[in-house]
């Protein structure tokens, strides 16, 4: 075993994730995780991935926090965990007695010294309702919300709370041979609504689904709830622009944007995510002061998930068009990211990925843990594959990330048929200023105007654009006054692009007819010439989600003629103005 996880957290996850506002004080987390498989009544069943959630949580911190316990009890199926974490403590209240001991203690001697803590609590298992009260199951009884209250939240133990629920009941499997296992019953989300007015400083995100539970699934190997909040916080949620945090809204939206493609209502995951009221900005995580592990920069479009050298999935996410960094925990020396497209008929409508004729295309890179920034632009394929169709939950669960994500309102939020294939850069218009320098005939203009210009993509890196342009300005005979001109251009240019999102970056040729006559009519005869341009180069920079600004610089040769005689003139032209998708 290279290095595994070390913490499980399904079902009624009560512990979140960093949460901070931009300060100038020194941020110490403090983090405490429990998972418990075990049910506390006859009408629940055991869970499988409770404690290897309690895992992933655990080892997701690392480098992220001053102080980390786990509370679970791995079962056989995971004790490949105890080469690792040897000591786990079981998930029973003394043990969650004494940690929250030690936890508050450090906090005080902390706050001391002039940090300004946050106390993250999780905790993956079974959730329910006992005689009118809430509960979370522990392994030798029920954690109702008073109990929560004291050991969590009275007394001011932090500055910010987070608690993260994803709770399920494990009401049986579903099918034997799937890879969903579970489903977890829910610990009411009203019981912590009403913490969250009584305590202005605690956050929460509550998972359950549409049809009451939470879900596991073998594919993510953790419940479906977890991994996706696992995978906003890991970096993926963060956008417009990123900045390192990622606030309650920004997973918020991405936990939005994973689950809209989901059609069967009660596979829809909902998770409400309840920012602290006293620190509505707060972060649920920062990653600007994070330990090396490496960052991820994913600057093409797409949808891909992120394993690490065990072979776990740690990370899911579609990106739309942009950058986002993702972290690479120091845990894994090494990762593999693997690029998942769709095609075929069966990929769409009711039943998709169900049919034959959907074809899962797999492309997978190797990427080196702990070596700084690495670009996905700048990865090589190592395997290509072709995945074959699973059961139905398999295929119910493979609409996760159908949409991609592109940031705080602006998350796909509709029951629309997801766009699953990867189509490539987006077709894209431009309305700009265009400024030329150069010889028509005997004398130099300056002509300023504006071009329009539709840019058609031609797979990943190529594209055409017809182009438009009106502009007026100046000639300037040697010895004479300058007299107005009209200039009238058709072309088309080539391109390919260098750089991705946020920053596009294209360089490439053009051919132009051009047309320019003086006004008002004088001595100076219509001119006509074939410009050919090249090298240009173009930069677009998104200010939002498919609108950007562009601007470029370039020059090239015109081609005519005068009084019968050719010749060739130089010219220079730069642009700035706006461009959109569509």
Known sequence: MVRR????????VIAAVPASEARGDEVARLVLVVGNDRPLGPDQETLRYADDDAVRWYESFEGLADTRIALTRLDEASR???????????PTRAALARAVGTLRARATALRSQGAFVELVFVFAGHGGVRDGQPYLALEDGPLGRADLEELLLDGDPADV?????????????VESRGPMEGRRAPMPQASFESLAVRYPRAGFVLASSAGGGAFEWSRFGSGVASHLIR???SGAADRGPPDGRVTYDE????????TSGLLPEDYRQDIRVLAPRALPSAALVDLRGADAGGDLHVDREGRYYLRDADGHRIVDLHQGRGTVRVRLPPYSPRFA??????SGRGCTGPGRFQDESCRRDEIAYEVAGGAGLVRVSSLEASQTTVASRGVIEDSIFEQLFAEPYAGVGLEVATD???AIADAGPPASISLAYRGTLGEMQRELSLVHGADLRLEIPLGDRFALAPVLGFGRGRAFPGGADAYLVYQFDVGLDASYRLLRSPLDVLAGLEARYQAQDQF????ADRFSSLALGGPFVRARWDVAQGIGIAAWVGGGARLGSVEGEARVRPYGALGVGVAGDF
């Open 5 to 12: 996880h070390a913490v499980a957290v399904l079902c009624g």
């Open 251 to 258: 997973l918020g939206a991405f936990l939005r944007a994973a």
């Open 231 to 233: 995978s906003g916080l």
């Open 416 to 418: 629309a048929e997801p």
């Open 520 to 523: 008002p009519p004088g001595e």
């Open 161 to 173: 709370v987070h608690v993260v629920v994803d709770a399920c009941s494990a009401a049986g499997l």
């Open 80 to 90: 490949i965990y105890r080469q690792v974490h040897p000591d786990l403590e079981p």
């Open 337 to 342: 990211l693997v690029r998942v497209s769709h």
